[in-house]
């Protein structure tokens, strides 16, 4: 079992568990997609270790979090995120946020009010709002959530627990993969990651309607070269939708990579290597008055 410890940190009156790692005066925020917590960035963290300061966590209902039954919405998700940042990060030290998937929806309502704290943000394959897969996507996340209470059932043997978290098992290190199997591939876990489903399946709307300010800091989206089969002309469009969207920013790259959905296993060193890249040149080759010298 991974060793890494954590602690509890109160944040809008709800309860998530947070660690801290690395070292440094950068600080780095990690935001995990829908199901997934502070465990899914385990082959990352090792890779920024000596760069910056690293902060996962999982969220309010998930992993090591207080548990709970009532929903929460992607807003409460993202206020949570920036009262975690003011809570865990000293002023007036800068933020690179990386998230992931589901997460990428989290982090882009929290980057208003991250404000000049944020210093650059890192998107792991999301799905724009705009993608034609959202046209329909409270049908499809009613269907999952039949799918998902089947697996909440499941998941009670551990077996069976272990037949369905198959995919996970084959991408993340052995001592990651049991404690997601220990936190999060139990009916708690599976609950609330179709509360989250159902959280996505409101925003939507919201962000269509309203979509979230637009990033102005260094912006780097990675978009999964390697769609699930059958799903290839789905991904084609999604990824289209990716790279119009990295587009209308002021600071935005757009880089696919070979790579399934989840980037931060499959390639972790490319994720770290972004992540270096918006933290800009280390403090050592900072001068005196606090400028950056340039890279050579």
Not at 92 to 105: D, R
Not at 230 to 254: I, S
Request: net charge positive; proline share 7%; with cysteine.
């Amino acid at each position: 079992m991974r060793q890494t410890t954590g602690r509890a940190v109160s944040v809008n009156g709800r309860s998530v568990h947070v660690e801290v790692s690395g070292r440094g005066t950068d600080w780095v925020v990690f935001e995990a997609g829908s199901g997934q917590g502070r465990t899914c960035w385990d082959a990352v963290m090792p890779l920024l270790a000596d760069r910056a300061r690293l902060v996962a966590y999982d969220r309010a209902g998930f992993g090591r979090s207080g548990r709970r039954s009532d929903q929460l919405s992607v807003d409460d998700m993202a206020a949570d995120l920036v009262t975690l940042v003011d809570a865990v990060i000293p002023q007036p030290a800068g933020v690179v946020l990386v998230a992931h998937s589901m997460g990428g929806l989290v982090a882009r309502r929290a980057v208003e009010s991250l404000g000049p704290r944020l210093r650059g943000l890192l998107l792991l394959d999301p799905t724009p709002e705009r993608a034609p897969v959202y046209d329909t996507f409270d049908r499809t996340a009613v269907k999952i959530d039949r799918a998902m209470a089947v697996t909440q059932a499941l998941v009670r043997f551990r077996p069976l627990a272990r037949m369905v978290s198959g995919n996970v098992r084959r991408l993340f290190p052995a001592d990651t993969y049991e404690t997601m199997l220990a936190e999060d591939f139990v009916p708690a876990g599976i609950a609330q990651t179709r509360r989250e489903f159902k959280a996505v399946a409101a925003a939507i709307p919201q962000f269509r309607a309203e979509p979230p300010g637009r990033p102005t800091c260094p912006t780097v989206l990675l978009s999964a070269s390697r769609p699930v089969k059958g799903r290839e002309k789905q991904h084609a469009v999604v990824a289209e939708h990716q790279r119009r969207w990295t587009e209308t920013l002021p600071d935005g790259h757009f880089e696919e990579v070979d790579s399934g959905h989840l980037i931060q296993a499959e390639q972790p060193a490319i994720v770290a290597d972004r992540v270096t890249h918006l933290l800009g040149p280390s403090p050592e080759r900072r001068t005196p008055s606090g400028r950056r010298t340039p890279s050579v």
